[in-house]
């Protein structure tokens, strides 16, 4: 769990020197240069100034939310292939811990046992511990350079979308985006072994908190693509984790034994 909680802590740290870093303060534009912005930033910018201006005559809130939509679709299979390992890991993980439980000597001999029979298990399951960061690793990218393109096209900052301006913090859109964030980790967290782990508990409040507190200094138009992401994991963990838990555990009952 420690290495899990380190492989969240160390992603969470690079998407904020991302974030924080790489021209971030400045508008960006077809004369932007530079790798990130040439080939990230830039082309979400055009799609969603396309969309706002040719098709919607200036709709930018909907623009956001058709390309954040659009984004999510894209990773779905990236997040089913997360999903999938996740669920293989915390399914089990009563084998694991009872493998902890049989060598817990910590000498060397008894560790290394530890390791093989811990090998074993995830070869007998098909699981692969690592499979589950990869996916996270690859969407990190995309969904910061659509931060960046929402942050840093001006043209945005100018419009609103139902009660808010797109430019200007909402606190509205803040409490929205916190609530949104807290359903979102508590049915991800549902019926999972780490659900009743205290660390895990923490980052269940920790989080919401977190991006709540982001969306009242930001853009509403960030709170925007934030809220809709959410709703959308919602719904993909509404429908597809939990018909995939249930498939899992109808699969490797056995498992569990």
Not at 33 to 43: A, D, L, Q, R, T
Not at 190 to 200: K, L, T, V, Y
């Amino acid at each position: 769990m420690y290495k899990r909680l380190f492989v969240v802590v160390t992603l969470v740290a690079i998407a904020l020197f991302l974030s924080g870093c790489t021209q971030i303060n400045e508008p960006i534009t077809e004369n932007s240069e530079g790798f990130w912005n040439s080939f990230f930033v830039y082309p979400l910018s055009f799609l969603i100034t396309y969309i706002a201006e040719d098709i919607f005559n200036h709709g930018f809130g909907l623009a956001i939310i058709i390309v954040t939509l659009l984004l999510r679709t894209l990773i779905l299979p990236l997040n089913i292939k997360q999903l999938k390992s996740s669920q293989a890991m915390q399914m089990i993980q009563p084998e694991l811990q009872a493998l902890r439980e049989k060598y817990s000597s910590k000498d060397q001999q008894t560790q290394q046992k530890l390791q093989q029979e811990t090998m074993a298990l995830f070869q007998r399951h098909g699981v692969n511990p690592l499979a589950g960061c990869l996916p996270i690793i690859v969407q990190m990218p995309i969904l910061i350079a659509f931060y960046h393109a929402i942050v840093r096209t001006e043209a945005i900052e100018n419009y609103t979308f139902l009660w808010f301006s797109l430019g200007e913090p909402s606190v509205i859109m803040a409490a929205i985006t916190f609530t949104t964030t807290f359903i979102q980790q508590k049915l991800m967290m549902a019926g999972s072994p780490a659900a009743a782990n205290p660390q895990m508990q923490v980052m269940l409040y920790l989080m919401p908190v977190m991006i709540g507190a982001f969306a009242l200094f930001f853009p509403a138009a960030l709170a925007l693509y934030w809220v809709v992401g959410n709703l959308f994991m919602i719904a993909q963990t509404l429908l597809i984790r939990r018909p995939m838990m249930k498939q899992y555990e109808k699969d490797n009952g056995g498992s569990k034994k």
